[in-house]
């Protein structure tokens, strides 16, 4: 199995509901997101996957998440935009993106600061 990873930011937003803590007022991150990707077999070139055909298709999903308040989203009105949450998104997104019959997204971990992260694989 060969995995790639590949490592971006953006900047958003959010507040925890129920939290009964400081989490629950509104504050935001700088969010560092992993984005590992896997293929049993190497493409005709030897690649598993462009490392840049994985940056633009993060580009274009994180696009959406940038300079918002997660809270707002679609994805989170129902729930909140815990790490963990926000975590399963991504790699619910980044996956749509990105797999195809022999590429695969994995796990995406997101970093809410240089202490704490929340990963989603499956």
């Given at each position: 199995m060969y995995e790639l990873k590949v490592?971006?930011?953006?900047?958003?937003?959010?507040r925890l509901d129920n939290f009964y803590g400081k989490c629950e007022a509104l504050h935001g991150h700088n969010w560092k997101v992993e984005i590992f990707?896997?293929?049993?077999s190497l493409?005709?070139?030897?690649?598993?996957?462009?490392f840049g055909k994985i940056k633009s298709k993060a580009k274009e999903v994180l696009s959406e998440f940038d300079h918002t308040f997660l809270n707002e989203l679609p994805a989170f009105r129902d729930q909140n935009p815990s790490s963990e949450n926000l975590a399963r998104h991504l790699f619910e997104r980044l996956g749509s993106a990105i797999n195809d019959q022999r590429v695969?997204?994995?796990r995406v971990g997101v970093w809410e600061s240089d202490h704490t992260s929340a990963s989603y694989f499956a």
């Amino acid at each position: 199995m060969y995995e790639l990873k590949v490592v971006t930011h953006f900047a958003a937003a959010h507040r925890l509901d129920n939290f009964y803590g400081k989490c629950e007022a509104l504050h935001g991150h700088n969010w560092k997101v992993e984005i590992f990707v896997s293929a049993d077999s190497l493409d005709e070139t030897g690649l598993v996957l462009d490392f840049g055909k994985i940056k633009s298709k993060a580009k274009e999903v994180l696009s959406e998440f940038d300079h918002t308040f997660l809270n707002e989203l679609p994805a989170f009105r129902d729930q909140n935009p815990s790490s963990e949450n926000l975590a399963r998104h991504l790699f619910e997104r980044l996956g749509s993106a990105i797999n195809d019959q022999r590429v695969r997204v994995t796990r995406v971990g997101v970093w809410e600061s240089d202490h704490t992260s929340a990963s989603y694989f499956a």
